[in-house]
C-alpha cells in the first residue's frame, strides 16, 4: 500500500528565512517576503562580466595568476614590446614593478607572487629569457634553451613547461621543462605550432589551437603527460592567437583569431569541448588565467590594443528563483 508521502510527494518547507547554503534542486517557501513566494536554487551555465580595464592597453602579454589575482606582463606596443607589470585584485589593476627585458609574444605562468616570464621577441628577435617574479620583483634567471615567441606556457614558477613557438621564420616543437632553476628538454610536441595556448601543469597539460603559420587556424588539442603528447578532443572553432585557463580535464579557451577575431568560449572536460557563453568584446593576442572553471581575460587586439577584462565563472552556479506573488 502507498504510503502519504508516496502519493502527496516530499513537502515543500515553509521558512522564515532562506537557509544558508541552498543544495541544488532544494525549493521552498519564504513566507516573510508576503504570499508565501516559492523560491529554489538552480543550476545557471556560467557567464562572462566585465572587470577593470588594464591601465595600459596592449596585447600578447604574458600572465600568471588567478581570476581574483591576476598578473599581466610585457606585450606590444612595438616595436620592442614593453616592460610594464601589472596586478589584478578582483577589481581593478595596479602597476607592479616592471620586467627586466622588454618584449611581446612572451609565455606566462604560475601565481601573482610567484609569477614566471620566459620567451618572447624584441624587435622581432626571439628572445630566451627567463624572469621570476616575487610579488615585488622581477629577478634574471637562466634562459631557454631555445629562444622563441608566441610559444604556449603552463605550470608553476618551479614547474614549468614552455612548448612550441617560433624562431622569426619557422615553426617549432621544442619542450622545455624547467624546475625552479634550468631549463630540460621534454617530449617534443607532434606538430610545430605556434601562437597557441595552454592550461594544465608540467605533468599535465593541454596544447590548444594554434597556427603553422599557412595561414591554417588549428582545431587540435594535444595533451602532455610529463614525456610525451596524444591527441585531445578537437575545439569546435579552430584558431590560433587565443588564451586559456583551468586544467588538463577542466579547461576554458577563449577568443582568438579565424579570419577574423572571435569572442568563442568553449570548455573542456578532459575528452571534448563544448561552446558556452561567449566574451563581449572581439579579441585575438589576448591574454588569460584562471583556475576551478574561472577565467580572467584582458587585454588583446580589436581594430586597436585593447585594456578590456572580463571574468568569467562557470560552468554552473547555484543561485536562487522567486515566484512572482
Known amino acids: 500500500m502507498s504510503t502519504f508521502k508516496e502519493i502527496r510527494g516530499t513537502l515543500i518547507k515553509s521558512l522564515a528565512s532562506d537557509p544558508a547554503n541552498p543544495v541544488l534542486g532544494q525549493v521552498w517557501y519564504n513566507r516573510t517576503i508576503g504570499n508565501q513566494r516559492l523560491k529554489g536554487a538552480v543550476s545557471l551555465i556560467g557567464q562572462w562580466v566585465s572587470g577593470g580595464n588594464l591601465n595600459l592597453a596592449r596585447r600578447a602579454m604574458g600572465s600568471a595568476g588567478t581570476q581574483t589575482a591576476g598578473l599581466a606582463f610585457g606585450g606590444t606596443p612595438p616595436p620592442n614590446g614593453n616592460t610594464v607589470s601589472e596586478e589584478y585584485n578582483g577589481t581593478s589593476w595596479a602597476e607592479g614593478n616592471d620586467i627586466g627585458t622588454g618584449r611581446t609574444n612572451l ?7 610567484a609569477g614566471l616570464g620566459f620567451g618572447g621577441d624584441q624587435n622581432s628577435t626571439a628572445k630566451n629569457e627567463t624572469e621570476e617574479y ?6 634574471e634567471q637562466n634562459n631557454l634553451s631555445q629562444a622563441r615567441y608566441s610559444l604556449g606556457g603552463v605550470g608553476t ?32 610536441l607532434p606538430q610545430a605550432v605556434y601562437s597557441i595556448s595552454g592550461a594544465g ?29 596524444t591527441a585531445g578532443g578537437n575545439l569546435n ?3 590560433s592567437n587565443l588564451a ?3 586544467s588538463q580535464t577542466a579547461a576554458q579557451a577563449f577568443g582568438g583569431f579565424n579570419g ?24 585575438r593576442a589576448l ?7 574561472t577565467a580572467l581575460a584582458f587585454g588583446g587586439f580589436t581594430s586597436s590594443d585593447s585594456n578590456a577584462t572580463e571574468e568569467f565563472t562557470g560552468g554552473t552556479i547555484t543561485q536562487t528563483f522567486t515566484t512572482s506573488a
Not at 157 to 163: S, V
Not at 215 to 226: F, H, I, M, P
Open 107 to 113: 609565455a606566462g605562468c604560475g601565481t601573482q607572487t
Open 134 to 139: 616575487d610579488g615585488s620583483s622581477w629577478s
Open 157 to 188: 614558477q618551479t614547474a614549468a613547461l614552455a612548448f612550441g613557438g617560433n624562431v622569426t621564420g619557422p615553426a617549432v616543437n621544442n619542450v622545455e621543462e624547467y624546475g625552479g632553476t634550468s631549463w630540460t628538454a621534454g617530449g617534443a
Open 201 to 229: 601543469t608540467q605533468t599535465a597539460a593541454l596544447s590548444i589551437g594554434g597556427t603553422t603559420g599557412s595561414s591554417d587556424y588549428l582545431a587540435t588539442t594535444k595533451e602532455y603527460g610529463g614525456s610525451s603528447w
Open 237 to 239: 572553432t579552430g584558431r
Open 244 to 246: 586559456a585557463s583551468g
Open 260 to 283: 577574423s577575431n572571435t569572442t568563442s568560449t568553449e570548455q573542456y572536460d578532459g575528452t571534448s569541448w563544448t561552446n558556452i557563453s561567449s566574451m563581449a568584446t572581439s579579441r
Open 287 to 293: 591574454s588569460g588565467d584562471g583556475i576551478d572553471g
